[in-house]
């Protein structure tokens, strides 16, 4: 199903859990945004425009890395001699060979480890797992755990420590209905969704 329609239905998943529990304008709007970003999560397994958000370009890499290739070549070819001059060659080229390996699935999970990095220096559990949830997304196929159940239990293992940093009312349900929502809405049994999703992983690779 395409991003747009999960923000959606993410974003009515907000809206429904505040007014089912009282919230006032300000709240329902933070439960809205929760919402939407939630329902966003799973998606984060293909690369798409959410992974974009999360980790720089893979394109400007590639861009800085091939440029760096070229500077470092024509400064050796120009500015060295002997053995510093060939050692500057190879290595310009061999900047030019893996410029094309920094893709946005690597981009996603070096953005990943940074984000576990930053949640285990300011010891804030929350951001530490988001980053391993991150990471995982980088290195596992579509559809696959985030779109399972483990996938639906580790977000809302992140959704509690969410919940007890700020003190939003709801905003843990939020978060997590609207998850699962977003694999609701993969199933099979949804109009146009012929591939639906492998719910029991890793224990069934039976599509629903």
Do not use: C
């Amino acid at each position: 199903m395409d991003g747009k329609i999960h923000a959606v239905i993410g974003a009515g998943t907000g809206v429904a859990v505040a007014q089912a529990t009282g919230q006032d304008a300000v709240n329902t709007a933070v439960l809205l945004t929760a919402g939407i970003i939630a329902s966003l999560a799973p998606d984060l397994d293909t690369a798409g425009k959410l992974a974009n958000k999360i980790s720089l370009s893979h394109k400007m890499i590639q861009g800085f890395v091939r440029t760096t290739g070229i500077l470092t070549a024509g400064y050796a070819w120009f500015g060295l001699s002997g053995y510093a001059m060939y050692i500057g060659l190879a290595l310009g080229a061999f900047l030019l060979l893996i410029a094309p390996k920094f893709s946005q699935k690597l981009m996603l999970f070096i953005s990943g480890a940074a984000i576990i990095t930053t949640g285990i220096a300011l010891s804030e559990i929350w951001v530490w797992l988001t980053g391993l949830y991150v990471t995982v997304a980088a290195l596992v196929s579509h559809r696959g755990y985030t779109h399972s159940l483990i996938g639906l239990a580790f977000f809302s293992l992140i959704a509690f420590y969410i919940s007890e940093r700020f003190s939003v009312n709801s905003l843990y349900w939020t978060l997590v209905l609207a998850y699962a929502s977003h694999l609701l809405a993969d199933m099979r049994f949804v109009p146009g969704n012929k591939r639906g999703i492998k719910l029991f992983l890793p224990f069934s690779q039976k599509a629903i």
